[in-house]
């Protein structure tokens, strides 16, 4: 299984910005391999994190482990807050 990190390279949000290099960063810490995604580049790939969340609405970053959900953010946060990073990634 891959980590799929999807994100945003554009954005004028500090706090979205500070969110994905958060995630980024622990990743990298722990030397767990992923692949980011970057939803700027194309619209098509927005839309289809969008699909795979199941909300129209859906804001990176968003965390998939292969096929399966992991989710966003703020359960990557609260997650490892509670020392649960791992399951939070389904590693």
Excluded: H, W
């Amino acid at each position: 299984m891959v980590l799929t990190i999807y994100f945003s390279s554009v954005s004028g949000s500090r706090e979205l910005k500070q969110q994905q290099s958060e995630i980024f960063q622990y990743l990298d810490a722990k030397q767990i391999m992923y692949k980011a995604v970057d939803i700027t580049q194309d619209t098509s790939i927005k839309d289809e994190m969008r699909k795979r969340v199941g909300n129209p609405t859906a804001m990176p970053p968003q965390v998939f482990n292969g096929d399966a959900y992991c989710g966003d953010y703020s359960q990557f946060f609260d997650a490892r807050e509670d020392g649960k990073a791992e399951v939070f990634f389904k590693l």
